[in-house]
Antibody
Framework: QITLKESGPTLVKPTQTLTLTCTFS??????????VGWIRQPPGKALEWLAL???????RYNPSLRTRLTITMDTSKDQVVLTMTNMDPVDTATYFC????????WGQGTLVTVSS | QSVLTQPPSASGTPGQRVTISCSGS????????VSWYQQLPGTAPKLLIY???LRPSGVPDRFSGSKSGTSASLAISGLQSEDETDYYC?????????????FGGGTKLTVL
């Protein structure tokens, strides 16, 4: 059974850097073809894809956020980390990590609020 | 403003068949397989359709997907009250700066 869970701060201040961790089980990012991605959803709004990392460390980013995002993986810990710099109140959203491409199994999401 | 265009709302009566459209371009729907997601309030999206028209195990065959050119559709037959929720399409876009995933703006389905 594949499960994923997001963790990180629930509140960040404007201009700060957000670091979110996705801890997963039921698969390995060392396995060929496997990928884990991040998607966010502002309250009451649509889904927005952020980034994806493949088993071979290849990475894809949303071009509109590319300069602010970094996605990395730690196969020994079964974790994927997303960092987003220069946070702004408009970045307030629920952040999801998901297995697969397209995203198949999703984590429950974590709400991040950006406010001073 | 999403790269993929979905109608903000759709509706139908129980037992009816409804379709939700997703309009894109040659660089996304015209070139890559489409996925559809169902999102119940307060929960994570659930994959309904992948590769244009395939259903993951456990998804009822009331849900079906199709694609033609740069547009895709999700059809729900035998509409049920529990189908009342939000639906999103998604696809890879072969952007100039590298491929990335785009989601539609979402469609809220109401069962009358």
């Amino acid at each position: 059974q594949i499960t994923l869970k997001e963790s990180g701060p629930t509140l960040v201040k404007p201009t700060q850097t957000l670091t979110l961790t996705c801890t997963f089980s039921g698969f390995s990012l060392a396995t060929s073809g496997v990928a884990v991605g991040w998607i966010r959803q502002p309250p009451g709004k649509a889904l927005e894809w952020l980034a994806l990392i493949y088993w071979d460390d290849d990475k894809r980013y949303n071009p509109s956020l590319r300069t602010r995002l970094t996605i990395t993986m730690d196969t020994s810990k079964d974790q994927v980390v997303l960092t987003m710099t220069n946070m702004d109140p408009v970045d307030t959203a629920t952040y999801f990590c998901a297995h697969g491409h397209p995203p198949e199994t999703w984590g429950q999401g974590t709400l991040v609020t950006v406010s001073s | 403003q999403s790269v993929l265009t979905q109608p903000p709302s759709a509706s139908g009566t129980p037992g009816q068949r409804v379709t939700i459209s997703c309009s894109g371009s040659r660089s996304n729907i015209g070139s890559n397989p489409v996925s559809w997601y169902q999102q119940l309030p307060g929960t994570a999206p659930k994959l309904l359709i992948y590769s244009d028209n395939l259903r993951p195990s456990g998804v009822p065959d009331r849900f079906s997907g199709s694609k033609s050119g740069t547009s895709a559709s999700l059809a729900i037959s035998g509409l049920q009250s529990e189908d009342e929720t939000d639906y999103y399409c998604a696809v890879w876009d072969d952007g100039l700066s590298g491929p990335y995933v785009v989601f539609g703006g979402g469609t809220k389905l109401t069962v009358l």
